[in-house]
């Protein structure tokens, strides 16, 4: 860039003396100067070329962003309707509404149960994928109190909990002051970490806690005592798809969608998500959220609240 700018006169140098041509000099500068001025008005000309094609490019991304999701969404919706027809009648079969089954029967159907309610699963998380993305995630703050939260999650747990050697455990929230946030999004990030930390603890304890960080902030965890995740795989545990390539982690492969899912809900609630996690010892992933929804007007009746 220097190289464009006009010399500063140098003003260590002798004054011209009788035998300089000044005209001549002055000539000379002017004309430099002037294809100077022409060389930057060029490269100011690349540059706005430059911006303009910044911006289209910029544009193109929005709409193939746009059209990514509008299929994603479109896709998710039209996969619902064959899928519960499918759960329906597994449901139905495993009911005997139509005759008893034979043990082999049984067992394919369970098959079909338990295949139909993962792809449901995916589904579920593709559809809040999409409309995170094209940003049409409604968030309704309200105040809420952490131990309604933890007593309907762990209500909602009570009957998935079929491993004896594993208890789930939510601990007395400490000092957590009411919260101004979409309580239903926070419940669905903490699903996703517990139902993780419940299918990757084979023996131990999954523990749920809340506490506040300082003013303004409060993590909530979830740690457990289970296979853990090899440092090499942190740094993409929350992105889309991002699966550990583990023998269990495969065995026990889901959608590679929910971590992801949870890290934007997190963003969206003015938060983020982290990681802790030791091989063969256990993992803590936890959310941490401001007391209030930043840019959000508390709802007037409740102001005073906290
Ligand atoms: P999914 O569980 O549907 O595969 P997630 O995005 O929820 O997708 O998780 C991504 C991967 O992270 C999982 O497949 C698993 O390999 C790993 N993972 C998540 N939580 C845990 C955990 N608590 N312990 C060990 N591995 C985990």
Not at 44 to 62: C, H, K, S
Not at 229 to 237: D, K, L, W
Request: zero cysteines.
């Amino acid at each position: 860039m220097n190289k464009m700018l006009p010399e500063p006169p140098d003003r260590d140098a002798p004054p011209a003396g009788p035998g300089v041509d000044l005209p001549a000099a002055l000539a000379a500068k002017t004309a430099e100067v002037e294809a100077l001025r022409a060389e930057l008005e060029e490269t100011n000309r690349g540059v706005l070329a430059l911006y303009a094609e910044l911006d289209t490019q910029a544009e193109a991304l929005r709409q193939a962003t746009e059209l990514k999701s509008r299929f994603l969404a479109y896709m998710s919706h039209e996969f619902r309707t064959p899928i519960g027809s499918i759960r329906s009648i597994a449901r139905l079969l495993m009911d005997r509404v139509d005759g008893p089954l034979t043990p082999e029967q049984e067992t394919q159907v369970r098959f079909i149960q338990e295949t139909s309610a993962e792809f449901s699963e995916m589904v579920d998380d593709l559809l809040d994928l999409a409309k995170v993305e094209a940003g049409r995630v409604e968030i309704s703050p309200a105040w809420f109190e952490m131990v309604d939260l933890f007593s309907a999650l762990r209500g909602m747990f009570k009957p998935v909990l079929t491993n004896p050697d594993v208890v789930l455990v939510f601990e007395e929230p400490q000092d957590v002051p009411p919260l101004y946030n979409d309580d239903r999004k926070l419940a669905q990030i903490l699903r996703n970490f517990i139902s993780n930390a419940l299918k990757f603890t084979l023996k131990g304890e999954v523990r749920v806690s809340a506490r506040r960080d300082d003013q303004d902030q409060v993590t909530f965890a979830v740690s457990d005592t289970g296979i853990g995740i090899a440092p090499e795989f942190h740094h993409a545990i929350f992105q889309d798809f991002a699966q550990v390539d583990s023998p269990i982690q495969k065995r026990l492969r889901g959608t590679g969608l929910g971590l992801s899912l949870s890290k934007r809900l997190a963003e969206l609630l003015g938060g983020s998500v982290a990681l802790q996690s030791e091989l063969n010892v256990g993992s803590t992933f936890s959310v941490t959220l401001p007391v209030r929804l930043p840019g959000a007007a508390a709802a007037p009746a409740t102001e005073t609240t906290p």
